[in-house]
């Protein structure tokens, strides 16, 4: 949904989750959720996980999506350089110079090569920016160095080949491995995104590591969306049972295609189905602010960040005290007329969040 300017704009009883571009750094995650009388809210403050986590069990890994419509992501086909009219797209099909065709879902043409070289003399294409190159240079080295047991990240493919449910395994990258290692796709570019066989590699690989951490780079549309949102469920109620280690999976959407929809719902299927233990976050690559986003969600909520402090509404209003420490993972309510809240913390100054763009 776009940006609430007020409560109003608010579905009661639906979480919203606070983008970051309006969300104060030293936050991971702001929550909102309207309900009749009040806004709950949901926040966690931004903790780099490497201080305590780092060979201690995990074990981590980067999917990247490789279907056909990833080709632009990847940077290895073209881009508009401007608005293309459905007139102007007529008349280059009309001129031989190409054919519309449906690729991973999308409409799209296919030029000639001779086609290629007029769109190009013409100056309407440019070669896509490689969009993925940036995310996995980011995250693979971090979660090699800093957090995975055995210093070696997994990376794969996933999406490739017939129906999109093939998985091309990369390797297990070191941080100085993968800060050299080129990202441009797979050998076999997938008809399809299928994302279940991507999360069963990582799981059944390791299924003994005492926390599991694992990103997939997207840009589409999940073809077997329920497939994912039913395993997620019961993994969520296993890792509360005990019967399956602990695990995270964050989705990061790329290019101008995000199903960003599909991406709130599975951050938000524990509200949406009750479920115990909250396994997916989602982010969008354009609107990270650093590495440590993609760790928002994996809050110790016995961790406290100091000894006391307390939260005021915009009335001044002291909503919840601490008096037994300030919490990293914090729960209140504030009024429905509020428009943004305070944390005061004890030594440390204050800082003053916004709730509305």
Same mark, same amino acid.
């Given at each position: 949904?776009?940006?609430?300017?007020?409560?109003?704009?608010?579905?009661?009883?639906?979480? *919203? !989750?606070?983008?970051?571009?309006?969300?104060?750094?030293?936050?991971?995650?702001?929550?909102?959720?309207?309900? $009749?009388?009040? /806004?709950?809210?949901?926040?966690?403050?931004?903790?780099?996980?490497?201080?305590?986590?780092?060979g201690e069990?995990? $074990?981590?890994?980067?999917?990247?999506?490789?279907? =056909?419509?990833? $080709?632009?992501?990847?940077?290895?086909?073209?881009?508009?350089?401007?608005?293309?009219?459905? $007139?102007?797209?007529d008349s280059f099909v009309n001129s031989g110079l190409g054919s519309r065709e449906v690729v991973d879902g999308q409409s799209v043409i296919s030029f000639t090569e001779d086609g290629m070289t007029e769109m190009r003399r013409l100056g309407l294409l440019k070669?896509?920016?490689?969009?993925?190159?940036?995310?996995?240079?980011?995250?693979?080295?971090?979660?090699?160095?800093?957090?995975?047991?055995?210093?070696?990240?997994?990376?794969?493919?996933?999406?490739?080949?017939?129906?999109?449910?093939?998985?091309?395994?990369?390797?297990?990258? =070191?941080?100085?491995?993968?800060?050299?290692?080129?990202?441009?796709?797979?050998?076999?570019?997938?008809?399809?995104?299928?994302? %279940?066989?991507?999360?069963?590699?990582?799981?059944?690989?390791?299924?003994?590591?005492? %926390?599991? *951490?694992?990103?997939?780079?997207?840009?589409?549309?999940?073809e077997d969306f329920e497939d994912v949102k039913n395993f997620t469920a019961q993994l969520s109620r296993d890792v509360s049972e005990g019967t399956v280690n602990d695990v995270k999976l964050v989705l990061i959407g790329v290019g101008d295609q995000i199903n960003r929809t599909q991406m709130e719902e599975l951050d938000d299927l524990p509200d949406e189905l009750d479920l115990p233990v909250d396994i997916w976050d989602h982010k969008i690559a354009s609107e990270i602010r650093g590495i440590t986003d993609l760790f928002a969600e994996l809050v110790d909520e016995n961790l406290t960040l100091a000894p006391s402090g307390r939260v005021l509404d915009d009335s001044n209003q002291t909503i919840v005290s601490f008096t037994d420490g300030v919490p990293a993972l914090m729960k209140f309510s504030l009024p429905l007329s509020a428009t943004s809240f305070t944390l005061e /913390?004890?030594?440390?100054?204050? /800082?003053? !969040?916004?709730?509305?763009?």
């Open positions: 949904m776009a940006n609430p300017t007020s409560f109003q704009d608010l579905t009661v009883d639906r979480n *919203f !989750q606070i983008p970051n571009s309006l969300l104060n750094e030293a936050f991971g995650e702001l929550n909102l959720t309207r309900r $009749q009388n009040s /806004i709950d809210v949901v926040l966690t403050v931004l903790v780099d996980p490497s201080a305590g986590a780092a069990g995990w $074990q981590t890994g980067v999917a990247l999506d490789g279907s =056909s419509s990833m $080709q632009g992501p990847f940077g290895v086909s073209y881009e508009w350089t401007r608005q293309i009219t459905a $007139q102007e797209m070669p896509c920016q490689n969009e993925v190159q940036e995310v996995a240079q980011n995250a693979i080295p971090y979660l090699a160095e800093k957090l995975d047991e055995d210093g070696g990240t997994t990376v794969i493919y996933w999406a490739c080949g017939a129906g999109g449910s093939g998985i091309e395994v990369v390797g297990d990258l =070191s941080a100085s491995e993968a800060k050299q290692a080129g990202y441009s796709g797979p050998k076999s570019w997938g008809d399809g995104t299928r994302l %279940m066989p991507a999360i069963r590699y990582f799981l059944d690989r390791f299924k003994d590591a005492k %926390m599991g *951490f694992y990103v997939f780079v997207t840009d589409g549309e999940i /913390i004890s030594g440390g100054g204050s /800082i003053t !969040q916004d709730l509305y763009g």
